[in-house]
């Protein structure tokens, strides 16, 4: 992932330049996005998202591959648009938000396969049941956010999961067991 800019030349999903160790991003949950899309009825998809994010991304800037992410989503947070499917959705029969209140996620790995983009894994846990998971992830932009005048990294990250890995049974035949997962996240500096 090389980006060139004024400064010099962006490596992996940080800066690459002699002398910089690993910097600490703080997700910024009013401009990060954790979205979902699952089939319904082979009628339509439903998509909704979590607003609740919480997290950090630390960026190696000599070493992309040492980069790591952690991050928690409440789960009570889902919004589908919809507030009788939510109820549904945060009952024992789907995502048992009262058991199961938060879903979390820490890189064990990352691949940089491109200029600007990465595979990230890590141990996804959800349901109670932790499973890796593969996310395809872009690096956007580091720099410096014109609003909170703090250094900042933008990326979006696409991936997948089958509810059923983790538990989720419920109306199998009917709705679909395959999650798509779409993130928009900024990670600020200093928090």
Known sequence: MRIRTATGILAGVFLTSPGFAAETYVIDPAHTHVMFKIERFGLSNVIGGFVDVAGAVSLDKEAPEKSSVTATVKIAS?????????????????????????????????????????????DLTLHGVTKPLTLDVVLNKIGTDPVSKRAAAGFTATGSLKRSDFGMMTAQGLIGDAVEISIEALAVAGG
């Open 78 to 122: 889902i919004d589908s648009n919809n507030e009788e499917r939510e109820g549904h959705l945060r009952g024992p029969s789907w995502l048992a938000a009262e058991q199961f209140p938060t879903m979390t996620f820490t890189s064990t790995h990352v691949e940089q396969t491109g200029e600007s983009t990465a595979k990230v894994t890590g």
